[in-house]
């Protein structure tokens, strides 16, 4: 015969079998759902009714149960679907240092990124995207891109990197509102675009705005993998919309420009 003698609290000790003859096997099961954390113990009490010399035998096996907090459940496999741009949300050769957003679900605020096998640094997380700075390091040419969640490995995006590799990601007027149709620049004022892709780039940058090119230098933003580029609208420009793009190009290769970008100009004194 078997029975349970708990300790403390009660009903954690299910006993399968609790009697038998000759060779029984009694099972029992520890069943810790609902039981806060904490320390519990119990007793099996095995009794031997008139054992082989006419007495009682009784064997006591203490159980201890700890429980602790649950574990967490495990993080979901990663997927990439893209790598685009955060100037254009197209996909396209990235720069080393410039802003890549990778494209695709289960991302966490655990989810860390290798490209060509270096850590990039995660700037932004949603559960569909995660904007990622580039290894400065990052070899040039087709590499691959991975999103680690703990050991949860996506498969690899093969991404094309080159030295320099412009995105005009916004405009900034003079008086740091953001250029657009209700907030034009004025011809006569400064402009300041935000670029990514620049870290290798040689002075100095060209710049296009509408028909004019003009040289330029980039300085740091102080947001990661973003470069400020400041240039000043002609004077002479009438109030339209136009377009921008910026044009840079490392030591020994040729030159490459950004997409272009809308912006709204009015003229001075409007």
């Known amino acids: 015969k078997v029975t349970v003698q708990y300790r403390s609290t009660t009903g954690w000790l299910a006993v399968e079998r609790e009697a038998g003859f000759n060779n029984t096997t009694v099972r029992y099961d520890v069943v810790p759902k609902n039981l806060p954390k904490g320390m519990y113990e119990a007793d099996l ?23 602790t907090e649950a574990l967490p459940p495990p993080l979901p496999t990663p997927s990439i679907r893209d790598v685009v741009s955060p100037a254009t949300w197209w ?42 700075e580039m290894p400065a390091d990052v070899p040039l040419g087709r590499v691959p891109v991975y999103v680690i969640n703990l050991d949860q490995y996506s498969q690899a995006f093969m991404l094309e990197t080159l030295a320099v590799a412009p995105g005009m990601m916004f405009a900034l007027n003079h008086n740091d509102d953001r250029n657009g149709e209700q907030s034009p620049a004025e011809a006569g004022q400064e402009l300041q675009l935000y670029v990514t892709g620049l870290m290798l780039a040689q002075p100095p940058l060209w710049v296009k705005i509408h ?18 580029v400041k240039i000043t609208v002609p004077d002479y420009f009438p109030t339209m919309s136009t377009a921008v793009l910026v044009c840079g190009q490392a030591p020994g290769q040729e030159g490459i420009c950004s997409y272009p970008r809308d912006i709204w100009v009015k003229a001075a004194g409007q």
């Open 211 to 228: 028909d004019v090119w003009m040289e330029a230098a980039a300085t740091p933003s102080g947001q990661a993998g973003v470069d400020i």
């Open 91 to 132: 996909g396209g050769p990235a720069a080393p240092g410039s802003l890549i957003v990778i494209l695709g679900r289960n991302f966490t605020d655990s989810s860390t990124v290798t490209v060509a096998g270096k850590a990039a640094r995660v700037v932004l997380v949603n559960p569909d995207s995660l904007t990622v």
């Open 45 to 67: 009490v095995f009794q031997q009714i008139g054992a082989p010399k006419g007495t009682n035998a009784e064997v006591v096996v203490p159980v201890k149960l700890e429980v």
